[in-house]
C-alpha cells in the first residue's frame, strides 16, 4: 500500500512492544523516491508487515502511526482526534464551563506523534513537528473541525519554530476559519494567548495544575515568579491573597504580556510588578524579602549532549534561589527539558540545597498533567519535572 522501509535483522524488536519511532541505524534499505514527510511501511527482512509510520531525515527517521495495515485516510484522522477528546472528557477537562484552555492532542501520547493541538476557547491551535504532519495539516483540520463540531470556530496552524529548516511559506497561519479574540479561560482566569509570536502554541497549558496549588500557597505571601513568560503563576499567586508578586523575564514581550493578563483579571491592583531582566541578574541582586518563588525557565537541554551544561545550569538557578528565599519559604522549580530525568533534576536541585547550605523538604513533586498523557510505551514523553520546597 505504502512505500516500504526495510528493517536490520532484530530492530523490530521495539516496535514489537510498541515504541512509536524507529531511529536511522535500524534501517537497512529505503524503497526509491521515498521522500521526507512520505508516509511509509516498515517491514522486516521477510517482507513482514510491522507498521506505517512519517518518514524523515534525521536521527528519528520513522514515527509509527499505527501498527495496524491500515490506510492513513479522513477516517484515520477522525479516529485519533475523536479517541483524543474522548480521553479529555473522561477526566472533565474538556466542556467545562471554568475552563476551555487544554491540550486536545499530544503527540505520542496520543497515539499522533509529531502532532500538538492546544485549544484556547472556540480556537484550536495546532503545531506539526514532523514533515509528515505538515504535509497532512489541511486533512488533520478538517477531522478537528468535524469531531469538536461546535466546540472550535477557528484553527491555526502554527509550526514556523518547530520546522525551522522548512519554507516559511503556509507555516503560521488560519487554516480554519479566523479571529482576533485571542482571550482564553483557565479556573476562571482570563489570559491573552499569543499564537502568533508565542512560545509553544502561545500559553505553557502544562502548568495549568501546578499553578493552581501554587494558589494555595499563596496567601500573604511575597512572591517572586522567574521567567514568567506570559505571568500564569503570577495571577494565580494573585488570586490566592499574595501579599505581593514580582514578575521577571528576560523578554520585553513576555513582561507586556504579563502585565495584560494581571489587568485582564486584577485592573489596576497595585500588588504586581513585572521587570524585564536576566533571571541571574535579578536574583544576584535580590534581597531575601521574598517566601514564595518559582522557577520556571524554558528547556536548558534540547539534546543530550547539552545534559551536562543543562545540569550546571539547573544547580546554580536553585542554587541562588535557596540563597536568597526568607527563612520558612516555599520553592516551586522545574525543568521541561526531556532528555533531565526526575533523578537528574532532583540531584541537581538537591546539590543546590548542600551548596546553599539550607535545610529543605521535599511537599510535592509535580508533573505534567493528564492532558498531556505519556503513551506506556513510551516512556520519553515524560518531560516535566518539578518540586514544590519548603526552605527552613
Excluded at 43 to 50: A, E, K, P, T, Y
Excluded at 67 to 87: G, Q
Excluded at 191 to 217: A, H, I, M, P
Aim: aromatic fraction near 10%; charge should be neutral; include cysteine.
Amino acid at each position: 500500500m505504502y512505500p516500504q522501509i526495510i528493517l536490520k535483522k532484530g530492530k523490530e524488536e521495539s516496535l514489537k512492544r510498541f515504541h512509536p519511532w524507529v531511529f536511522s541505524g535500524a534501517i537497512q534499505a529505503i524503497e526509491e523516491g521515498i521522500e521526507e514527510g512520505d508516509t511509509v511501511c516498515l517491514v522486516n527482512r521477510n517482507g513482514d508487515f510491522i507498521a506505517v509510520g512519517h518518514y524523515q531525515e534525521g536521527s528519528i527517521a520513522v514515527r509509527v502511526l499505527t501498527f495496524e495495515d491500515r490506510e492513513i485516510d479522513d477516517d484515520f484522522w477522525h479516529s485519533r482526534i475523536s479517541s483524543a477528546l474522548k480521553m479529555r472528557q473522561s477526566i472533565g477537562i474538556a466542556d467545562s464551563p471554568s475552563n476551555n484552555t487544554y491540550r486536545l492532542v499530544h503527540g505520542e501520547g496520543d497515539n499522533l506523534p509529531g502532532l500538538i493541538i492546544d485549544v484556547y476557547g472556540d480556537t484550536a491551535v495546532m503545531q506539526a513537528h514532523s514533515i509528515g504532519m505538515h504535509k497532512v495539516r489541511k486533512e488533520i483540520a478538517k477531522a478537528l473541525v468535524d469531531v469538536m463540531e461546535s466546540r472550535i470556530s477557528n484553527v491555526y496552524y502554527k509550526s514556523e519554530t518547530t520546522l525551522p529548516f522548512m519554507d516559511a511559506t503556509d507555516m503560521n497561519g488560519f487554516i480554519y476559519g479566523g479571529s482576533d479574540n485571542n482571550v482564553a479561560l483557565e479556573n476562571g482566569l482570563k489570559f491573552r494567548v499569543d499564537w502568533l509570536k508565542g512560545q509553544k502554541t502561545g500559553f505553557f497549558v502544562d502548568q495549568r495544575e501546578n499553578r493552581s496549588l501554587l494558589e494555595k500557597y499563596a496567601a500573604g505571601k511575597r512572591v517572586l515568579n522567574m521567567f514568567c513568560y506570559t505571568g500564569g503563576f503570577s495571577f494565580y499567586a494573585m488570586r490566592g491573597g499574595a501579599q505581593l508578586v514580582h514578575s521577571v523575564d528576560s523578554s520585553a514581550k513576555a513582561i507586556d504580556l504579563t502585565r495584560e493578563n494581571v489587568s485582564l483579571n486584577f485592573p489596576g491592583d497595585q500588588r504586581h510588578e513585572a521587570f524585564c531582566e536576566d533571571a541571574f541578574k535579578y536574583l544576584e541582586k535580590a534581597g531575601d524579602n521574598y517566601n514564595l518563588i518559582i522557577l520556571d525557565p524554558p528547556a536548558f537541554a534540547k539534546h543530550r549532549g547539552a545534559l551536562h551544561n543543562a545540569l550546571k545550569g539547573y544547580t546554580r538557578l536553585n542554587q541562588k534561589a535557596f540563597e536568597k528565599i526568607e527563612r520558612g519559604g516555599i520553592l516551586f522549580t522545574f525543568s521541561c527539558s526531556q532528555v533531565v530525568t526526575k533523578d537528574h533534576f532532583r540531584n541537581a536541585v538537591f546539590t543546590a540545597a548542600a551548596l546553599a547550605k539550607r535545610n529543605v523538604r521535599i511537599l510535592h513533586q509535580l508533573h505534567q498533567p493528564a492532558d498531556h498523557p505519556i503513551n506506556i510505551y513510551h516512556p520519553e514523553g515524560e518531560y516535566l519535572k518539578g518540586l514544590v520546597l519548603y526552605v527552613e
